[in-house]
């Protein structure tokens, strides 16, 4: 049981080029999120999906965009990458529970350190 | 959407002594609040956590308390130690849209 895997640990683009994150879970879970975390800084929910087939935006889409063709699977897309898209990303999945409709604590994956130069 | 407020930003206690994060959230509809810890370089870990419906959690060293009414929850760490150094997240689940909202984050510094 990996839990939440992410691929890869650490990547330097240059501005202009394109780029996915890669995130799968083994849980099962039905909620799956990416976020950003800057240095210093908290985390700014990206986009998100309750399901495989939906999405939809957090805080801070532009500039990503998100697929969810299965349950295990929750690429990032980064397009035409800038140097504002420096930073940490974080992957996490939750599951709700069904006799209580409440979406417990998450699990993160190990984070992908991204640098835009 | 929940707005969640964390204070302080940073705290430095001496080994042994406790140790308090505060945090306050805007929606009153919200029922889940975990608290995580992220070591330098790490990812998140869930440490505790606390339903609407509980006053009061705790796990050894560590403590959560919730007042619904005034509705901000509060981590508690006592006995501290150097481990215990790293920065420390509070959320608060959204009933609305089911999603959790965090905290700035505390970067508590516990001295030897």
């Known amino acids: 049981n990996a839990g939440v895997t992410q691929t890869p640990k650490f990547r330097i683009l240059k501005i202009g080029q394109s780029m996915t994150l890669q995130c799968t879970q083994d849980m099962n879970h039905n909620y799956m999120y990416w976020y950003r975390q800057d240095p210093g800084m908290g985390l700014k929910l990206i986009y998100y999906?309750?399901?495989?087939?939906?999405?939809d935006k957090g805080e801070v889409p532009n500039g990503y965009n998100v697929s969810r063709s299965t349950t295990e699977d929750f690429p990032l897309r980064l397009e035409l990458a800038a140097p504002s898209q420096t930073s940490v990303y974080f992957c996490a999945s939750s599951q709700l529970q069904s006799d209580s409709l409440i979406n417990y604590g998450y699990t993160f994956g190990s984070g992908t350190r991204l640098t835009v130069v | 959407g929940e707005n969640v407020e964390q204070h302080p930003s940073t705290l430095s206690v001496q080994e042994g002594d406790s140790a308090v994060i505060k945090c306050t959230y805007s929606d009153s509809a919200s029922n889940y609040f975990p608290w995580y810890k992220q070591e330098l370089g790490k990812r998140p870990q869930l440490i505790i956590d606390i339903r609407s419906n509980v006053g009061e959690k705790k796990d050894q060293r560590i403590a959560v308390t919730l007042n619904k009414t005034a509705k901000h929850f509060s981590l508690h760490i006592t006995e501290t130690q150097p481990e215990d150094s790293a920065v420390y997240f509070c959320a608060a689940r959204g009933k609305a849209d089911n999603k959790f909202y965090f905290g700035s984050g505390t970067k508590l510094n516990v001295k030897p």
């Open positions: 999906s309750v399901g495989a087939g939906i999405t």
